[in-house]
Protein backbone atom coordinates (compact mmCIF):
# COMPACT_ATOMS: atom_id res chain seq x y z
CA UNK A 1 0.00 0.00 0.00
CA UNK A 2 2.89 1.98 0.60
CA UNK A 3 4.85 2.02 -2.58
CA UNK A 4 1.09 2.76 -4.43
CA UNK A 5 0.83 5.35 -3.01
CA UNK A 6 4.34 7.34 -3.00
CA UNK A 7 4.25 6.18 -6.77
CA UNK A 8 1.01 7.90 -6.97
CA UNK A 9 2.60 10.96 -5.23
CA UNK A 10 5.24 10.79 -7.33
CA UNK A 11 3.43 10.81 -10.11
CA UNK A 12 1.32 13.82 -9.25
CA UNK A 13 4.14 15.75 -8.56
CA UNK A 14 5.65 15.07 -12.33
CA UNK A 15 2.41 15.93 -13.65
CA UNK A 16 2.19 19.03 -11.56
CA UNK A 17 6.05 19.76 -12.50
CA UNK A 18 5.24 19.80 -16.63
CA UNK A 19 3.03 22.47 -16.23
CA UNK A 20 5.87 24.66 -14.29
CA UNK A 21 8.13 26.25 -17.07
CA UNK A 22 11.83 25.49 -17.28
CA UNK A 23 14.29 27.58 -15.68
CA UNK A 24 14.72 30.30 -18.62
CA UNK A 25 13.84 33.42 -18.88
CA UNK A 26 12.09 35.14 -22.05
CA UNK A 27 12.66 39.13 -21.51
CA UNK A 28 12.25 41.66 -23.96
CA UNK A 29 12.72 45.72 -24.61
CA UNK A 30 10.74 47.91 -26.83
CA UNK A 31 11.07 51.41 -28.46
CA UNK A 32 7.61 52.98 -28.75
CA UNK A 33 6.11 52.43 -31.65
CA UNK A 34 8.86 50.96 -33.65
CA UNK A 35 9.98 47.65 -32.54
CA UNK A 36 10.99 45.47 -29.76
CA UNK A 37 14.26 43.81 -28.69
CA UNK A 38 13.55 39.65 -27.34
CA UNK A 39 16.04 37.36 -25.82
CA UNK A 40 15.61 33.75 -24.65
CA UNK A 41 17.54 32.94 -22.18
CA UNK A 42 18.19 29.21 -20.87
CA UNK A 43 19.44 27.33 -18.32
CA UNK A 44 22.04 25.22 -20.36
CA UNK A 45 23.22 29.13 -21.52
CA UNK A 46 24.66 27.37 -25.09
CA UNK A 47 20.79 27.93 -26.42
CA UNK A 48 20.15 31.47 -25.67
CA UNK A 49 19.21 33.88 -28.53
CA UNK A 50 18.40 37.59 -29.47
CA UNK A 51 15.11 38.68 -31.64
CA UNK A 52 14.35 41.66 -33.46
CA UNK A 53 10.77 42.13 -33.87
CA UNK A 54 9.42 45.05 -36.42
CA UNK A 55 6.05 46.17 -34.89
CA UNK A 56 5.90 49.00 -37.24
CA UNK A 57 4.13 50.02 -40.21
CA UNK A 58 6.57 53.08 -41.27
CA UNK A 59 7.84 51.48 -44.94
CA UNK A 60 10.17 48.91 -43.20
CA UNK A 61 12.61 48.95 -46.23
CA UNK A 62 13.35 52.92 -45.26
CA UNK A 63 13.79 51.70 -41.46
CA UNK A 64 14.47 48.64 -40.25
CA UNK A 65 14.89 47.64 -36.64
CA UNK A 66 18.18 45.95 -35.26
CA UNK A 67 18.97 44.46 -31.93
CA UNK A 68 22.36 45.36 -30.84
CA UNK A 69 23.23 42.88 -27.83
CA UNK A 70 26.41 41.09 -26.23
CA UNK A 71 26.80 37.62 -24.50
CA UNK A 72 28.92 36.39 -21.74
CA UNK A 73 30.89 34.06 -23.43
CA UNK A 74 32.66 37.75 -25.51
CA UNK A 75 31.53 40.25 -22.96
CA UNK A 76 33.28 42.84 -25.46
CA UNK A 77 31.64 42.16 -28.40
CA UNK A 78 28.70 43.88 -29.70
CA UNK A 79 26.32 41.95 -31.90
CA UNK A 80 23.42 43.02 -33.91
CA UNK A 81 20.59 41.59 -35.40
CA UNK A 82 19.09 43.47 -38.19
CA UNK A 83 14.92 42.77 -39.07
CA UNK A 84 14.87 44.01 -42.78
CA UNK A 85 11.64 41.73 -43.50
CA UNK A 86 8.94 44.17 -42.44
CA UNK A 87 6.04 44.99 -40.15
CA UNK A 88 5.32 42.33 -37.70
CA UNK A 89 8.03 40.04 -38.32
CA UNK A 90 10.46 38.75 -36.17
CA UNK A 91 13.86 37.66 -36.88
CA UNK A 92 16.13 35.53 -34.40
CA UNK A 93 20.23 35.29 -33.90
CA UNK A 94 22.21 31.85 -34.03
CA UNK A 95 22.16 30.05 -30.61
CA UNK A 96 25.03 30.94 -28.05
CA UNK A 97 25.84 32.03 -24.66
CA UNK A 98 23.27 33.84 -22.63
CA UNK A 99 22.89 37.45 -23.62
CA UNK A 100 23.57 39.63 -20.43
CA UNK A 101 22.11 43.34 -22.27
CA UNK A 102 20.66 44.27 -25.40
CA UNK A 103 18.57 47.30 -27.05
CA UNK A 104 16.15 48.13 -29.78
CA UNK A 105 16.82 50.90 -32.61
CA UNK A 106 15.67 51.90 -35.53
CA UNK A 107 17.30 52.94 -38.39
CA UNK A 108 16.79 56.22 -40.27
CA UNK A 109 19.12 57.11 -42.45
CA UNK A 110 20.82 60.60 -42.60
CA UNK A 111 20.08 60.40 -38.96
CA UNK A 112 20.90 59.48 -35.44
CA UNK A 113 19.07 55.87 -34.70
CA UNK A 114 16.82 56.11 -32.07
CA UNK A 115 17.43 53.34 -29.29
CA UNK A 116 16.01 52.03 -26.60
CA UNK A 117 17.86 52.34 -23.05
CA UNK A 118 19.87 49.10 -22.27
CA UNK A 119 18.05 46.03 -20.85
CA UNK A 120 20.60 44.28 -18.74
CA UNK A 121 19.63 40.22 -17.74
Not at 24 to 44: D, F, H, K, Q
Not at 91 to 104: A, E, H, P, V
Request: glycine share 10%.
Amino acid sequence: MLTRLTVGAAAIVGIVMLGVAPASAYEYISLSGTGEARAYNNTSSTSAYAGAWDSSLDGDAYHPVYNTYYRTASPDTERNLWNQTGAGTLTTSGTGSSLYKMRICESVPLAFDPCSGWKYM
